[in-house]
């Protein structure tokens, strides 16, 4: 059969035209995923980093400004928490510094005072070596205080006579400790044994940390530890009675080493079981310096020590000062 030359020639157009379209509609479609897949440019990029970098900045100060906060939270409260306690062993000590109970049914004192029986005294700049029998004074105006107490021990007393003179430890009430916790040995004679104890405190660094703390060597054994970290100085001041006759007001603030030496003892003037007590010293003015147990970084603040300097600490460590007053209550009778 014979194809009309008319339907040939239209039949390849029409193949012709749709090659065409099918060639201009690749190509555009080429042309414009190139472009969807284009890059960004470097001024683009450098903005977009500028920007992520900026804020990055900025939560990270957030962040280093909340945990400094935090950091000086825990160390305010630190430091409130030792200082307090701190100022509570001073005061506790210092309280009990003189008690002598009226141990017997006659109304004899358990431990007869003299003339030189001291209730506590101090050392300025803290003691050359605690241990001693016979503590020496450093005497160094800069170097933490160091303090003594006697008090005797609560020992309980039973009756085996008219006198009632025998005293032996009641196992319901226990014996009397020092500041380490060891018993005082029970006196085998009660008229002639001392029934004092003393405890020694004083401010000195820590072996192990290189840190000052508060020490207590008790008297029973001989024992001393740290009993409060963080205690960097001691300072005492006495408030003394300095008058030519005695009226129990004090008129004078002093140091330790200015206190003179009789002020600090008991004067008995109506024989060994008189209550009258003419020692001079009244009160105790303490004031400790108490530190962080971390630096907190960028930390910096200024304060007035205990000796009335101003000082700006640029460690990070939190330091604080607290201060009290202690009154000498064992001075009158009925102690």
């Known amino acids: 059969m014979t194809v009309p030359a008319a339907s040939v020639s239209a039949s390849a157009s029409a193949s012709a035209s749709a090659s065409a379209s099918v060639s201009v509609s690749v190509s555009v479609s080429a042309r414009g995923s190139r472009r ?3 890059g960004r440019s470097v001024l683009e990029l450098m903005v977009a980093v500028t920007i992520g970098m900026t804020m990055t900045l900025a939560l990270f100060g957030i962040y280093l400004n909340a945990r400094t ?7 305010d409260a630190a430091v409130a928490d030792s200082g307090r306690y701190a100022l509570a062993v001073v005061g506790r ?3 009990q ?3 002598l109970r009226q141990a017997h049914h006659d109304d004899s004192w358990a431990v007869m005072p003299d003339a030189t029986f001291r209730s506590f005294d101090a050392c300025l700049g803290g003691f050359q070596d605690p241990s001693a ?6 005497g160094v105006d800069g170097d933490p205080d160091g303090f003594r107490v006697f008090h005797a021990v609560d020992i309980a007393e039973k009756a085996t006579g008219p ?10 009430r ?11 040995a029970t006196p085998a004679s009660p008229e002639t044994a001392t029934f004092v104890v003393e405890n020694r405190y004083y401010v000195t660094t820590h072996p192990s940390t290189g840190l000052r703390e508060l020490y207590c060597r008790g008297g029973a054994q001989g024992r001393a530890q740290p009993v409060v970290e963080g205690v960097e100085d001691l ?13 129990m007001s004090a008129d004078t603030l002093m140091r330790a080493d200015e206190v003179p030496a009789a002020a600090w003892n008991w004067a008995e003037t109506n024989g060994a079981n008189a209550s009258v007590r003419a020692r001079r010293v009244l009160a105790v003015e303490v004031c400790l310096l108490v530190r962080a147990p971390r630096p907190v970084p960028g930390l910096e603040r200024t304060y007035v020590d205990c000796r009335g300097a101003t000082r700006t600490d640029r460690d990070g460590i939190l330091r604080q000062t607290f201060r009290s007053t202690i009154g000498a209550r064992n001075h009158v009778s009925g102690s």
């Open 93 to 95: 000590a210092l309280r």
């Open 163 to 172: 006198a009632f003179r025998s005293v032996a430890a009641d196992p319901a």
């Open 235 to 247: 300072v005492l001041r006495f408030a003394v009675d300095s008058s030519t006759v005695r009226n």
């Open 133 to 138: 029998a016979v503590p020496v004074c450093r």
């Open 69 to 75: 906060s935090s950091s000086g939270i825990d160390s």
């Open 36 to 38: 969807a897949q284009r």
């Open 174 to 184: 226990g014996r009397g400790v020092d500041c380490m916790g060891d018993e005082v």
């Open 97 to 99: 510094a003189g008690y």
